[in-house]
Structure formats: structure tokens, C-alpha cells
């Protein structure tokens, strides 16, 4: 059956509020969302017109409002995260202040974790649940509301929840991102966290396979999923024509199958296809080895980025991170043996915590030889078996969603179970001063920004850091 074209404009809402309290404000990237150059990708292969309107490069309303009279998109997709509601919320005001008819639709991880609620306070028509390439065809092509798995809509005065959608088992099918519909020159990553713009967001598997319980995973699941290495180096050709001079990672963990991940470094040799790559969203310390490493370091990667968490075994189990600290040490050894910069993800404030643990997890990051380290205070994101926990404790403080960004002191959130939140927010701000005000890192940072020619944007970044 033949559909007519319809005009799409996907927004990106503006996401300077979630990073607004982070010590590290200076290292927050700006790069082209993938999630909707994904979806933008599905809609032009049905030969429908896209736009991508993304919030974080205007400085007004004004503009919105003139791409909207000017496209008159008969859909508006917005994504979202949590603290980002009520963005959505005003985006849809917008919207549907300029045409009433124009179908709101909403996704992401809020609207997969809450569609009944996100419908409500976001004001959206339909909220897609988990994974949208194959829901959002359904939509725009005009299927029965009733018989389109993995959304829930607005029916009259009632919001129904239909069954939800399997998750796309051979991601080969998929399209390639439309990273075509984005303005490249007006994307900068900070060279703290990148080497050389613009950078592209590339994925080759969606899925963890793990059950750490600070972790949502109602988009793409605990099924692991993949893109087949001829596909993913496809993608590194792809995103290298379009004009992008670096890559970052965007799965959950790149490596949760070994010789897959051998495989595609092996390709990328063999094709002779060389591009500055790192995997920012974090590998896990128990799914790498020397060789692995050695092969990533060929094809062009310079940093790994490790998920350690904590430097208490009893923590860790905690959390069902599934590691250990010498699992830890050994992959910060690989890694540095195969010359490759070495980048540690830590939170602080888990259950369990303790002054004393607090330390330890201070002392085990210095221990390691780290380029980067990053910490967090624990933020019980909702629908997390951590949310849920302190839920049923009634220790969770509020509801109003802006407040969990990932990078603000959460007293606001939640109660911690048997730490004030002075103390630790004293811990957070002393692994900061701890890790990156001494000797021995300043040297090897100086050393390290001079050989890559990031030595001013380093110092200006460090500027820019709370440190107290």
C-alpha cells in the first residue's frame, strides 16, 4: 500500500540544564543527536520529508517558531530524558500554538520508562516505548493507533498502552543514520573528551546484558544485539565521507562479545580504514584483553573508557556491577600497555556507602594510572531498580523530574540510607582535588595536551572546573 509523503520535524530539546551543576561543566560534548538522525534515517528510507531542529544550537523560541511555520511539519517527534520534561512540555505548547493538528509524538528513555505520564505532562499525542525506527513508520504512514505495538496515544479523555514492540533482532536492517540533515561546522566536542571535530556517535550494538541497579534500560533491554562487523565498518566509511574526523562508541559496552569486537578491528585493518575512535560511553573491564586492545589501538582508537563505579569489592557487589578491582587493574594495565589513554567512569553516594568506602574508592583512582577521571554523585533515576528500592523505603524526596539531572547533588531527590549529604558531597569534591591537583597527573596532562595540541583548550577547561 502506496502513503503519501508527510513533512517530519524531529526536535532536540535544549540539554544545557542537565549538566548545570556538574563540577566538570567544561568537558559537556555538543554533538549530533544519533537517537534522531536514527529515526530520521527510517523516515526518509519511506520517502517522507525530514527536518532535525535541534534546540542546543539557538539561542531563542523565535527561531523554532519560524522553522514551524515555514516546514508545517504534520508530525513533531521530541526527544527526551527525564530532568527534560518540562522542555518537552513547552516545545509541545509551541507546537501546537502555531497548528492544533500537528501529531506530537514523544520518545526515549522517560516515555519508555512512564508513557502514561509522559503523555500527560509532556502534552504528546503518542509516546513510543523502547526502540522507534520500525513505531514511528507505523505512525506517519497512518496505521490504526490500535494496532501499532510499542506506544501508547491518546484516545478521547483516556491514554491507552498497547503491547510493547519486540526488539529489532538484526540491526543490519536498520538505515544509516541521517547525519546528512545536520550543519556539522556548528557541532563542537571539547578536546578534553575528543581530538579532532566534528565528532559522530556511532553504533554497532544496542543492549546490556548486565543488571547494575542505577541503570534504565527500558529502550533497548538486557537482550544483547548486534550490528555485524561489515555493517559497522560500512558505518565508519560512511560517517568518514560525510565529513566527520572522529567517532565515539555509542553502545553500552562495544566489547560484551570478544571476537566480535576483534572482528571489527580486524576489518578496519585489513579495509585500511584509519579514524581517531574512542568508546566514551564505557567498556567493561571484564570484557577486554591485551589483544582486543592492541587491535583497537591499530585501527585508531587512542582512549578507552572504563565503568569502575567504586574501589570497594562490597560496593560493587552492591550494585551488581559484576566486576572486580582486579579485573580493574588489569584492564587500566592492557590498556596501557597497548598505548592507549585510559579514562575511569566513578560515582560516589551507593548503597551502602561509607566514609570509609567513600576513601577507598579516592585511593583506588589514584592508584591506577587514569588520563581522565570522572565522578558522580548517585542520582536514582526513575524506573531503576535503585528508584524502586529507595521508593518502597520512602526515602525518595520528590517527583518533579527536572531535579534529576545526572550531575546534581541529588539532596533534593532521595535520603541516602546512612550518609548526610554534606559528607558526601565533601568526598566528591576531595576525589576531584585528590585526582587532578597533583604533580604527577598536571605533568602527565601537560605532557599529553602538548603531543596533541590540545594544550590551551586543556587549560581552559580546567578553568572552567569547580575544584572546590
Known amino acids: ?17 542537565i549538566y548545570e551543576k556538574m563540577s566538570m561543566k567544561g568537558v559537556a560534548p555538543l554533538t549530533p543527536p544519533l537517537g534522531l538522525a536514527c529515526i ?6 519511506n520517502n517522507h520529508k525530514v527536518e532535525i531542529f535541534d534546540f542546543n544550537l539557538h539561542e531563542s523560541s523565535e527561531e523554532f517558531i519560524n522553522k514551524l511555520k515555514e516546514f508545517q511539519p504534520d508530525f513533531v517527534g521530541i526527544t527526551f530524558v527525564t530532568p527534560l520534561i518540562k522542555e518537552a512540555e513547552r516545545i509541545s505548547k509551541i507546537v501546537k500554538k502555531i497548528n492544533q493538528n500537528t501529531i506530537l509524538i514523544g520518545g526515549g528513555p522517560h516515555c519508555s520508562s512512564f508513557p502514561e505520564s509522559s503523555i500527560k505532562e509532556a502534552l504528546l499525542d503518542i509516546a513510543v516505548m523502547g526502540e522507534g525506527e520500525f513505531s514511528i513508520i507505523d505512525i506517519v504512514n497512518g496505521k490504526n493507533l490500535e494496532k501499532i505495538k510499542g ?14 514492540r519486540e526488539p529489532i533482532q538484526n540491526l543490519d536492517v536498520l538505515p544509516f543514520p541521517a547525519y546528512e540533515l545536520y550543519d556539522l561546522k556548528k557541532y563542537k566536542t571539547p578536546l578534553a573528551i575528543a581530538r579532532k571535530n566534528p565528532v559522530a556517535w556511532v553504533e554497532t550494538s544496542r543492549g546490556c546484558i548486565y543488571g547494575c541497579i542505577y541503570c534504565n534500560k527500558s529502550v533497548f533491554g ?3 544485539r548486534v550490528k555485524s562487523p561489515e555493517r559497522v565498518i ?13 567517532i565515539h562508541i555509542a553502545d553500552d559496552s562495544f566489547s560484551t562479545d570478544i571476537k566480535r569486537a576483534k572482528k571489527i578491528c580486524d576489518l578496519l585493518i585489513k579495509n585500511n580504514i584509519r579514524i581517531l575512535w574512542s568508546t ?7 570484557q577486554v584483553d591485551l589483544e582486543l586492545l592492541i587491535k583497537m589501538k591499530k585501527t585508531g582508537c587512542y582512549r578507552v573508557y572504563f565503568g569502575i563505579e567504586s574501589g570497594n569489592q562490597g560496593i560493587l557487589n552492591n550494585i551488581r556491577k559484576g566486576i572486580t578491582l582486579e579485573q580493574v587493574r588489569n584492564a587500566v594495565k592492557w590498556s596501557k600497555e597497548a598505548g592507549l589513554e585510559v579514562a575511569g567512569y566513578f560515582m560516589i553516594g551507593l548503597p551502602g556507602e561509607t566514609e570509609k568506602t567513600m576513601q577507598q574508592t579516592i585511593d583506588f583512582a589514584k592508584s591506577l594510572d587514569l588520563d581522565l577521571a570522572k565522578m558522580s554523585i548517585t542520582i536514582p533515576l526513575p524506573a531503576t531498580e535503585m528508584f524502586n528500592e529507595l521508593k518502597i523505603k520512602n526515602l525518595i524526596k520528590t517527583y518533579d523530574w ?7 547533588a541529588p539532596s533534593t531527590i532521595y535520603n541516602h540510607e546512612n550518609l548526610d549529604w554534606k559528607i558526601i558531597e565533601k568526598y566528591y569534591k576531595k576525589f576531584y582535588r585528590t585526582l587532578y591537583i597533583n604533580p604527577s597527573f598536571i605533568l602527565k596532562r601537560i605532557k599529553s595536551s602538548i603531543k596533541n595540541k590540545t594544550f590551551f583548550e586543556d587549560v581552559k577547561t580546567a578553568l572552567s572546573i569547580k575544584w572546590i
Open 222 to 224: 538486557r537482550n544483547f
Open 402 to 408: 527536572e531535579k534529576f539531572k545526572f550531575y546534581s
Open 151 to 164: 506506544i501508547a496515544y491518546k484516545k478521547k479523555n483516556k491514554i491507552c498502552i498497547n503491547q510493547r
Open 40 to 45: 530520521a534515517g527510517s523516515l526518509l528510507r
Open 1 to 17: 500500500m502506496k502513503h503519501s509523503s508527510k513533512n517530519i520535524l524531529l526536535v532536540n530539546p535544549p540539554f544545557e540544564k
Open 234 to 246: 560500512k558505518e565508519f566509511i560512511k560517517v568518514r565521507e560525510m565529513g566527520f574526523n572522529e
Open 280 to 286: 566514551i560511553t564505557g567498556i567493561r573491564v571484564n
